[in-house]
């Protein structure tokens, strides 16, 4: 069996954590999707959505510090449903780092594009060529050492989160000398209600997306059992912690009773800079932006390859589990995930805009996310009944029970076109997955 590299630590987990939530290009982009869901009380939504991931969460604690393999969810839930239902996880969180990556990398040109025109320089449909461009750079940092490319992707999303949070503290500043803070944002909105905050919590969980691509290096970490456990705790706190103030102060950065520019805004940070900061700021802002989608796009690429690699030395692809015999690395499933990314880029992206691809693919990866983490609470709370314990036991049916309900209101009501085709998407990815099942049965004959 092919056997990764083990020459990480916790540090380098923490990194590709964050690398893949990217919370800086989150927060730039997925506070306008909860407003609309939640209307004012976006920042509840993600709080909300803070607290249902510290519970998926913990069920992926529960079985990192007793599988060490890089299968994530895969390995999780194959260990207690099998290894038919652990690939079907799998293939889900596949799904999830190839759109993830690929949305990323249409950003990282948006954003440049924006901070360029700042200053009246226009580049057109030169985003395209700049996303392509990241793709090819995050690739190579994938395929040669994920020590160094973890470091550097925390370093940057941290200092990414500085810019943000400097940011934050002025409009802060300036509304509370000017009318007072409120605490609305942490009620549902009257007009909306409850539904609004179930559905704000699809957007939250697209948020955290990838917290737990930390389990991926579990084959490359030194002392798994403890590091991975801490690269997600760790993680899912900063991330939750950073995603509530940054949904707070655009919402009263923009005002309360005009959450309808903020929900139309396609660059709400960038519009507050220039509110309550400079010209220089916005542009800062714009760069660091596109620094977490760098960062997002060697997180995502690093995190699917990994996943590819367990799925081809389960049985998919005996090609796609080939180490590089210089980095350690899973080379090939690299360049596979990366050529995937790259398809969806070039075929989709120029015609809908990088800010709608992303709107697109983001939610199409987040619903198969949903799909993979209710599978990782629900064998959370199998494996513990077997064993006896009832404090996992509880865990794992409250995380499968607060998984369920932002998959339901993702799907009904029925979300306006072209997001009530997102689910049947999946359902066709899942229904793919399956028929590899089919076709290649030895994928199914051993335990992850």
Not at 22 to 51: D, E, R
Not at 213 to 237: D, F
Not at 415 to 436: E, K, R, S, T
Request: aromatic letters at 10%.
């Amino acid at each position: 069996m092919a056997k990764l590299k083990r020459n990480l630590g916790a540090i380098e987990a923490v990194g590709l954590s964050l690398s893949v939530m990217a919370p800086t290009m989150g927060m730039a982009l997925n506070v306008t999707l909860a407003a609309g869901a939640a209307g004012i009380a976006a920042p509840l939504g993600f709080a909300v959505g803070t607290v249902v991931v510290v519970v998926v969460g913990l069920s992926f604690v529960f079985f990192a510090s007793r599988i060490t393999s890089s299968g994530s969810a895969y390995a999780y839930i194959g260990e207690t449903f099998g290894p038919r239902a652990g690939f079907i996880a799998g293939w889900c969180m596949l799904l999830l780092y190839i759109a993830g990556g690929s949305g990323s990398a249409a950003l990282f040109g948006n954003f440049l594009r924006a901070a360029l025109a700042d200053h009246g320089v226009e580049i057109g449909g030169w985003w395209l060529a700049l996303g392509v461009a990241v793709l090819g750079l995050a690739t190579v940092f994938a395929w040669r050492d994920m020590s160094v490319a973890t470091r550097l992707m925390l370093i940057l999303e941290l200092c990414s989160i500085a810019v943000i949070v400097y940011l934050g503290v002025r409009i802060l500043a300036a509304v509370s000398g000017a009318e007072g803070l409120s605490a609305a944002p942490f009620r549902p909105d009257p007009a909306i209600g409850w539904w609004g905050i179930g559905y704000a919590v699809v957007f939250a969980v697209l948020s955290f997306a990838g917290f737990e691509a930390a389990t991926t290096l579990a084959e490359e970490t030194e002392a798994p059992g403890r590091a991975i456990p801490i690269a997600l705790v760790g993680s899912v706190l900063l991330a939750g912690a950073f995603f509530v103030f940054a949904s707070y102060i655009q919402v009263v950065g923009f005002g309360l009773g005009n959450v309808k520019a903020l929900v139309a805004s396609e660059a709400p940070l960038n519009t507050l800079a220039l509110k309550f900061g400079t010209l220089r700021m916005a542009t800062a802002l714009d760069i660091a932006t596109s620094v977490s989608a760098l960062s997002c796009v060697i997180g995502t690429l690093s995190a699917g390859a990994r996943m590819l690699f367990v799925l081809g030395r389960a049985g998919l692809s005996a090609r796609a589990a080939t180490v590089h015999p210089v980095y350690g690395t899973p080379a090939v499933a690299v360049g596979i995930v990366s050529v995937l990314m790259l398809a969806g880029l070039i075929a989709w992206a120029p015609f809908i805009g990088p800010a709608d691809y992303y709107d697109s693919v983001g939610t199409i990866g987040v619903l198969a996310l949903i799909v993979a983490y209710l599978g990782v609470t629900a064998a959370a709370a199998v494996h513990a009944l077997r064993s006896g314990s009832r404090l996992w036991l509880v865990i794992g049916g409250v995380g499968t029970v607060a998984m369920a309900w932002p998959l339901y209101n993702a799907v009904y009501p029925v979300p306006a076109f072209p997001g009530n085709l997102w689910p049947y998407v999946v359902l066709g990815w899942i229904g793919l997955g399956a028929a590899l099942l089919v076709a290649r049965p030895a994928i199914g004959r051993s335990k992850p």
